[in-house]
Nanobody, 115 residues
Framework: QVQLVESGGGLVQPGGSLRLSCAAS????????LSWHRQAPGKQRELVAA???????NYADSVKGRFTISRDNAKNTVYLEMNNLKPEDTAVYYC?????????WGQGTQVTVSS
């Protein structure tokens, strides 16, 4: 069983930056696909960014050029660097790990972008 623990959320002004981290337990991290999702109040959860084991990344159009996903397999950690944040980025951000039929969600971390 893989456990995921997110950190790094908080309150930031528009145009600011945050870096989210997601630390994972277990031995399957390096061969897994990792992704960040977010859910705003009253909206469905959506994919923000993903990174496969080989390092190829994919982003939602709304965050391209502003967000960067990366992984450190030695630390079993995936990151989401968020720059030029906008009020519409306000949401709970979740880390997600998949490998074959196995999947695990983190508990989420709140990101609020407001002046």
């Amino acid at each position: 069983q893989v456990q995921l623990v997110e950190s790094g959320g908080g309150l930031v002004q528009p145009g600011g930056s945050l870096r989210l981290s997601c630390a994972a337990s277990g031995s399957i991290f390096s061969s897994s696909t990792l992704s960040w999702h977010r859910q705003a109040p009253g909206k469905q959860r959506e994919l923000v960014a993903a990174i496969i084991s080989g390092g190829i990344t994919n982003y939602a159009d709304s965050v391209k050029g502003r967000f960067t996903i990366s992984r450190d397999n030695a630390k079993n950690t995936v990151y989401l660097e968020m720059n030029n944040l906008k009020p519409e980025d306000t949401a709970v951000y979740y880390c997600y790990l998949t490998k074959g039929v196995y999947a695990s969600w983190g508990q989420g971390t709140q990101v609020t972008v407001s002046s």
